[in-house]
């Protein structure tokens, strides 16, 4: 089912958005059997991007656990996005959905970006109308679902697909399982201290490394760094500056990092981290875990990314 595909280039005006090669399924007829795999072909098509000229997988990368390599990603009309799109693996046990937590399943979270103005900018009722025009869609949802397309069973298509992209052929995970060669010395000293004097468990908890939880790790300041947040769905002060903590399976490959895409290597997040001071001043509503420095040695910090690089999925590791 979960296939690296290839990618392409159309230039829209001065705008040049990455696409994926359209889907070719690998049976005779172009038949796809399964809601997971009509999911996958829709996850993969322009038709659902007003312009036609950016799919899911444009912002959703496969190659790089379905993340985007850009600090933002480009919608249907060229606009630059606000924030960061996220990995799109391991999601299935996963509760509020985006940086804010605004959606609660995964089908809420498919409206959030098919529908919004900057960047699908298709409703899915005009989504809905535009497959049932086309045969194979029509036909496909049919058979499928036994029913005509509608909001739900589109919804529900894309987000069967996205409950597949999960990964568990990891070092970490081979490790777990015995082989005690399967992670290197630093990543196993890495380890250690990510559950120990690094404090990276208390927030990265559980098998794919989030607690499902909001916090506040400094950036925002209402100056340089003014992005609310959860706030912004919420209203709740409490809230200022509180994002969703994201899991960390496959990270080394989902570069650039946080929200606002500030840092580039894991590196520099583990050295934030270390000491957050020293890149955000007058922080507001940073969580209480983050007070102070936790005076990891460069040697320290080198292994907690030997170890974050441990989890990342075979299918992505670099040849």
């Keep these: 089912m979960f296939r690296i595909r290839k990618y392409g280039m159309v230039i829209l005006g001065a705008v040049a958005f990455v696409f994926t090669v359209a889907f070719q399924p690998q049976r005779e007829g172009n038949e796809v059997l399964t809601k997971e795999e009509l999911g996958e072909k829709l996850f993969f098509d322009p038709i659902l991007s007003k312009g036609m000229a950016i799919s899911c997988a444009s912002c959703h990368i496969p190659a790089f656990a379905f993340a985007d390599t850009a600090a933002f990603s480009i919608g249907d009309k060229g ?27 995964l089908e809420e979270q498919i409206l959030g970006p098919l529908s919004a103005h900057d960047e699908m900018d298709l409703p899915v009722e005009a989504a809905v109308e535009r497959l049932k025009k086309n045969v194979f869609y029509s036909t496909a949802f049919q058979k499928i679902f036994k029913t005509e397309v509608n909001n739900k069973n589109v919804l529900s298509a894309i987000a069967a697909f996205e409950r597949t992209l999960e990964t568990t052929d990891t070092p970490y995970d081979r490790f777990l399982d015995g082989d005690e060669k399967a992670m290197t010395e630093a990543a196993i000293r890495g380890r250690i201290l990510f559950i120990g004097k690094a404090n990276c468990a208390t927030c990265h908890s559980g098998e794919d490394f989030t607690a499902d939880r909001f916090k506040s790790i400094g950036l925002f300041n209402g100056k340089e760094f003014k992005d609310p947040g959860r706030f912004k769905i919420t209203s709740d002060s409490s809230h200022i500056g509180v994002f969703k903590i994201p899991g960390l399976r496959n990270v080394a490959v989902t570069a650039p990092y946080m929200h606002n895409a500030m840092f580039k290597t894991l590196r520099q997040v583990v050295e934030y981290y ?13 969580d209480l875990s983050l007070g102070s420095s936790l005076n990891l040695s460069d040697g320290k910090i080198d292994d907690v990314v030997a170890f974050l690089e441990a989890l990342t999925d075979d299918r992505f590791r670099k040849k």
């Design 274 to 286: 270390n000491t957050p001071d020293k890149f955000v001043t007058n922080s507001i509503n940073r």
């Design 79 to 105: 606009t630059v996005l606000t924030r960061n799109s996220p990995s799109l693996t391991n999601l299935s046990g996963r509760t509020g959905f985006f940086w804010d937590g605004r959606a609660q399943s």
